[in-house]
């Protein structure tokens, strides 16, 4: 059975920084890409970044770029998403996601496995 299991969200102030962590089990984790998409209330998901089975990364880079930084370990079946310099308008339940094979779409339909979310809120 396939679990992915969020961690690190919390309440902090803008500028401030968070780590979240996704620990993976049930799966060949470096068969898989892994992503982090994001969820606002009464918006649709969004995608923040992905980083594939070689270790190729993407970033939404209207909303994340220089602040989010992916990272992935293979060994301990875990990806991490740095945040730096966060604002308010990155207030939202953080999702971690695992795509079997592919290169780490920034579309959420090929993700087949995903994590319960963890609730980030930066207050201003």
């Given at each position: 059975?396939?679990?992915?299991v969020?961690?690190?969200?919390?309440?902090v102030q803008?500028?401030?920084?968070?780590?979240?962590?996704?620990?993976?089990?049930?799966?060949?984790?470096?068969?898989?890409?892994?992503?982090?998409?994001?969820?606002a209330?009464?918006?649709?998901?969004?995608?923040?970044?992905?980083?594939?089975r070689?270790?190729t990364?993407k970033?939404?880079?209207?909303?994340?770029?220089?602040?989010?930084?992916?990272?992935?370990e293979?060994?301990?079946?875990t990806?991490?998403?740095?945040?730096?310099?966060?604002?308010?308008e990155?207030?939202?339940?953080?999702?971690?996601a695992?795509?079997?094979?592919?290169?780490?779409?920034e579309?959420?339909?090929?993700?087949e496995?995903?994590g319960?979310g963890?609730?980030?809120?930066?207050?201003?």
């Amino acid at each position: 059975q396939v679990q992915l299991v969020e961690s690190g969200g919390g309440l902090v102030q803008a500028g401030g920084s968070l780590r979240l962590s996704c620990a993976a089990s049930g799966l060949t984790f470096s068969w898989f890409a892994m992503a982090w998409f994001r969820q606002a209330p009464g918006k649709e998901r969004e995608f923040v970044a992905a980083i594939s089975r070689s270790g190729t990364i993407k970033y939404n880079i209207d909303s994340v770029k220089g602040r989010f930084t992916i990272s992935r370990e293979n060994a301990k079946n875990t990806v991490d998403l740095q945040m730096n310099n966060l604002k308010a308008e990155d207030t939202a339940v953080y999702y971690c996601a695992a795509d079997p094979g592919g290169p780490g779409s920034e579309k959420p339909d090929p993700y087949e496995y995903w994590g319960q979310g963890t609730q980030v809120t930066i207050s201003s």
